[in-house]
């Protein structure tokens, strides 16, 4: 490698990848670190709003696709009971393997060091990052892109981080778990679960037909602190395939899921920028974060490339172009309002959960799709929370007004809200 190069990117998952393709389509010399090569298979799957991926003219990276979406909100039982509603847009899986191969193939030219980096020294001119094996790599500006965990990246201490967790089986049936040709977003239906389960944080299935006979059926938490603990999400799985007559016959894969959705955003001052979940880019409401890498990677590559034409700009300048570019004031001030949002949910039981899903997902389908895309310009977004409002059955607004103090709600007041 060079003495020094321009960007050196830290880590090699998504946003790793996505940055690192953006910066050297635009001429930037720029490395990268990783623990594994490059090009190892990703453990998670990714799932994605089809619309989200044809406006960046990439839904040809999608594995699967379902148009029959809905999802249940109803407290089952009944058909009666079920209100299940129909999203009416596409959904997909992305092809892991493509998606890798379409950033790597905009990559070409980088060098991949791989390694772990373990100390990031930022001068205001250089960073300096020292890996495990005592590799020095040395650059004008280093991108933290290494997930959430990241020790590398200041962040605010605002109490205890919630997480989604999730526990998921790839597998076949003794008969389909959901209808044929169908994806689930959320099951919050709870006639499975006992009357003291039922007063424990709420919990839904998220499940799609991969054809073949095979299907993913993946019970989730939407947020909660601590994250709820699997063998919990193992034994409600269990039991809400039990009541339908479903009997898991083949395990493939089993997918054990827990990032954060409340992460605080990063101390915005600091000499080495993040990308992706460092960056606390974890959309709060949802918990997805590619389509918003594939939205927001190229305006920071061209605001870096940009900055970077400057010769005299080091770490501690570039850093500051970086964190404005990728968190202007509209992005952040949309990220408080979800995570207070995401609070205010995190207080809810079960019924109110349902009942709030079932209202925001009645409002016009441009507003909850813009809503959990984090593509509704900061006004909107507003009007659409406040249309939310006026929808809410009054328990509702109170909840999403005042709370739930811990009186009421003792289940769920270790949120971090
Ligand atoms: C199981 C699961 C399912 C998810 N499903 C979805 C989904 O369907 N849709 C969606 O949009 N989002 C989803 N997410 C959320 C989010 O998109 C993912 O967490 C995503 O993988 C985050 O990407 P990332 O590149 O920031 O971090 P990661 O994917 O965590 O990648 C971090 C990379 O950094 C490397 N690294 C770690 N430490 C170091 C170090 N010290 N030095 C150098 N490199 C290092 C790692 O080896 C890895 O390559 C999911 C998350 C999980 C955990």
């Keep these: 490698m060079a003495d020094r190069v321009d960007v050196l990117v830290l880590g090699g998952g998504p946003a790793a990848l996505c940055i690192t393709s953006e910066l050297n389509q635009r001429g930037v010399t720029v490395a990268g670190v990783a ?24 839904d040809h990276l999608l594995e699967h696709r379902w148009s029959d979406t809905v999802s249940y909100f109803g407290a089952g039982g009944s058909t009666a009971q079920d209100h299940s509603q129909v999203h009416g847009i596409d959904y997909g899986l992305f092809d892991r393997a493509a998606l890798q191969r379409y950033w790597l193939g905009r990559a ?5 060091h791989q390694g772990r980096a373990e100390r990031v020294q930022a001068g205001s001119a250089i960073t300096t990052v020292t890996c495990a094996s005592g590799e020095t790599l040395r650059a004008r500006l280093v991108i933290d892109a290494s997930g959430s965990r990241t020790p590398h990246i200041r962040r605010p201490d605002q109490g205890p981080v919630a997480g989604q967790a999730a526990y998921g089986v790839v597998g076949r ?5 959901i209808e044929a040709g169908r994806f689930v977003l959320m099951d919050y239906r709870c006639d499975h679960l006992s009357a003291a389960q039922r007063q424990e944080p709420p919990t839904f299935l998220y499940a799609m037909d991969l054809g073949d006979g095979l299907f993913f059926v993946e019970e989730t938490s939407l947020a909660f602190a601590p994250g709820v603990p699997y063998d919990v999400l193992k034994q409600r799985l269990q039991q809400r395939l039990a009541l339908r007559g479903v009997q898991i016959t083949e395990v493939i894969h089993e997918e054990f899921c827990l990032f954060p959705m409340n992460l605080p955003l990063p101390d915005r001052s600091q000499s080495v920028l993040a990308f992706g979940g460092a960056a606390s880019m974890v959309h709060p409401a949802s918990g997805y974060m590619v389509g918003a890498l594939l939205r927001r990677g190229p305006d920071l590559a061209q605001a870096l490339a940009v900055a970077l034409a400057n010769p005299a700009l080091g770490s501690e300048a570039l850093a500051r172009r970086g964190w404005q570019a990728l968190w202007p004031t509209e992005l952040v001030l949309r990220h408080q309002l979800y995570q207070f949002g995401l609070g205010r949910l995190m207080g809810f039981n079960e019924a109110l959960l349902r009942t709030h899903f079932a209202t925001f997902f009645s409002l016009p389908q441009e507003e909850w799709f813009g809503f959990l895309t984090n593509t509704l310009p900061l006004p909107r977004l507003m009007a659409v929370m406040l249309r939310l ?25 270790q949120s971090a809200g």
């Design 35 to 58: 623990p594994d090569p490059v090009d190892a298979p990703w453990p998670n799957t990714y799932g994605i709003w089809a619309n989200e991926l044809k406006a960046v003219g990439l």
């Design 173 to 177: 049936f003794s008969k389909a778990p």
């Design 389 to 413: 409002f006026a929808l809410s059955p009054w328990e509702l607004r109170r909840g999403l007004v005042l709370g739930f103090p811990s009186a009421q709600s003792p289940m769920f007041t």
């Design 108 to 112: 070409e030219g980088v060098s991949w």
